[in-house]
């Protein structure tokens, strides 16, 4: 099963959703509440970590990535200098 992961800003949300790649369908898995105005979202290349810049806050959380569900769980935040627009991760 592969995930969607959509950054719902105004609710201070993530939005988790399994994807079929069989037939293209979405089903909503679950929300995940982060408050500070999530928007940009990066998942790593080893598909273990995310992500989510905190637009209103201007910090940077990441998260751990359930292997078997896809839910996140958040592992800390960092402090930014100013309001995070884009987030691209490296190998």
Excluded: W
């Excluded at 959509?6 to 979405?26: H, K, Q, S, V």
């Excluded at 898995?29 to 905190?54: C, K, M, R, T, W």
């Excluded at 806050?57 to 402090?79: E, H, M, V």
Aim: glycine residues 8%.
């Amino acid at each position: 099963m592969q995930r969607v992961y959509i950054t719902l800003r105004g609710d201070d949300r993530i939005a988790i959703y399994n994807f079929d790649p069989a037939d293209g369908a979405l089903t909503h898995q679950e929300d995940i509440y982060v408050p500070g105005g999530p928007s940009p979202f990066a998942v790593s290349p080893n598909g273990e970590h995310a992500y989510a810049g905190l637009r209103e806050q201007f910090k940077l959380a990441s998260f751990k990535i359930d292997s078997r569900t896809g839910s996140l769980t958040t592992t800390g935040t960092a402090d930014l200098n100013s309001d995070p627009c884009h987030i691209s991760v490296d190998n």
